[in-house]
């Protein structure tokens, strides 16, 4: 795995506090969320844990400054309202982070069942995540819980099926 690029704000020390002025602190919360999505891919996690002061993310040892806890909600409240997090539990401390909306990754998923002839099949969550003839699309590796999620909202639409057997998950798609 290379070494994560930080963006240039990463250096900037005011970059870690939460910015008073209204249009400053769009800014900020633009960047922290672009910064939270390509570095949670770039590590393969979908989970944050808002307690997790030492991660990276939260922490710049160089600087010695840290996100505060208010600006670590800030940022997964603005990544909850494009579609790209939602809180795990009540007391919003944990928190499931997708880089891609769930609605974009059910039809990434299911453009490639068309595109395969799998329609009228039946797949496991284990093929489509981490399957041998997924490996070249933006969805390989997606945490299975976010798939079932993904899912789930194609089950709205009538597209699928989801199947439990055993405690596993299974998916029909039409």
């Known amino acids: 795995m290379t070494d994560f690029q930080w963006p240039w704000e990463y250096s900037f020390p005011p970059f870690f506090t939460l910015q008073p002025h209204e249009e400053t602190r769009q800014q900020q919360l633009k960047v922290w969320t672009d910064l939270f999505l390509k570095y949670l891919k770039h590590t393969n996690k979908f989970a944050v844990s808002i307690g997790?002061?030492?991660?990276?993310?939260?922490?710049?040892?160089?600087?010695?400054r840290r996100l505060s806890p208010e600006l670590i909600v800030a940022i997964l409240g603005e990544l909850e309202r494009s579609g790209?997090?939602?809180?795990?539990d009540k007391r919003r401390q944990e928190w499931q982070v997708y880089w891609y909306t769930l609605e974009e990754y059910g039809?990434?998923?299911?453009?490639w069942i068309q595109e395969t002839g799998q329609t009228n099949s039946i797949c496991t969550l284990y093929e489509i995540a981490a399957g041998e003839n997924t490996t070249h699309l933006d969805f390989h590796g997606v945490d299975e819980a976010v798939l079932l999620n993904a899912l789930r909202l194609l089950e709205e639409k009538g597209k699928c099926e989801l199947i439990e057997m055993d405690g596993s998950h299974g998916v029909k798609f039409f």
């Open 107 to 111: 039809n990434l998923v299911y453009d």
């Open 84 to 88: 790209h997090a939602s809180p795990l």
């Open 52 to 64: 997790d002061q030492n991660s990276p993310l939260f922490h710049n040892e160089s600087l010695k």
